[in-house]
């Protein structure tokens, strides 16, 4: 069902390509693949902030996954109740 669904995008986006989105009144007027992509600016800082800030996000979450891991367990609560 993936593949299907994979399939009608891809065939929905290639038929109407360069067109994302078609205007009816006038077709001067509608948002295509290179009007509705942003400057070369704004891409290059998107890049930075990504590199800077992605591996921030991914050690945090590592770091939160391996604080967390682990079952708590019935005796556990009874032993300590800060648990709670």
Not at 45 to 74: C, D, E, N
Request: proline fraction near 5%.
């Amino acid at each position: 069902s993936s593949l299907a669904a994979t399939g009608i995008i891809a065939t929905v986006g290639c038929a109407m390509f360069p067109f994302i989105l078609p205007s009816s009144i006038d077709a001067h007027s509608s948002l295509t693949v290179w009007n509705a992509s942003s400057t070369q600016k704004t891409l290059g800082i998107m890049l930075f902030v990504t590199l800077v800030f992605l591996p921030i996000v991914l050690a945090y979450t590592a770091w939160a996954y391996r604080v967390m891991f682990g079952r708590v367990t019935a005796e556990a609560v009874r032993t300590n109740p800060d648990f709670y």
